[in-house]
């Protein structure tokens, strides 16, 4: 194994546990059902990672859409081996910056444990808002 394929093997590693951690004192199914994500809402997940959030939105919006976008390969592939993904689950490995949507297309844009990586936070807002339909909501933390 090369040395940059250990770096990213190790990074998957490190993200699995992470996640894993966060999962014991957060609960993403009953965060995305209090803050009103439905079963056909159409949802953009920026910065999707290992699919934490990807998973409990894609069980959630079950009769809708999910479209999570990463730059980060390997996380993208982890996530489409994960059962339950591939009904309603669209991978998008591009930075979110440059992603092409109709206006006015989804209900929701979640951005989570990403934004501060963002270069242009003014630019991507207005970009992304442009995405949501008249009463869609963004959340990001």
């Known amino acids: ?3 940059s394929d250990q770096q990213v093997s190790a990074k998957l590693v490190l993200a699995r546990l992470l996640y894993w951690w966060r999962g ?4 993403p199914v009953q965060l995305f059902i ?7 809402d159409s949802v953009l997940e920026i910065g999707c990672a290992i699919g934490f959030y990807t998973t409990a939105l894609a069980q959630i919006a079950s009769n809708g ?5 990463d730059t980060w390969e390997e996380g993208i592939a982890f996530i489409g081996r994960r059962p339950g993904n591939e009904q309603n689950v669209e991978l ?3 930075d979110a910056e440059l992603l092409e949507l109709p206006s006015s297309s989804l209900d929701k844009v ?7 990586e963002v270069p242009d936070h003014e630019r991507a807002l207005e970009r992304w808002v442009t995405f949501l339909k008249k009463r869609g909501k963004f959340y990001f933390r």
Not at 34 to 40: A, L
Not at 65 to 69: Q, S, T
């Open 1 to 3: 194994m090369k040395s």
């Open 24 to 27: 014991l004192f957060e609960d």
């Open 34 to 40: 209090r803050v009103g994500v439905e079963s056909t």
């Open 65 to 69: 859409r999910v479209l999570a976008v």
């Open 92 to 94: 998008i490995c591009m």
């Open 110 to 116: 979640v951005c989570f444990d990403t934004f501060h």
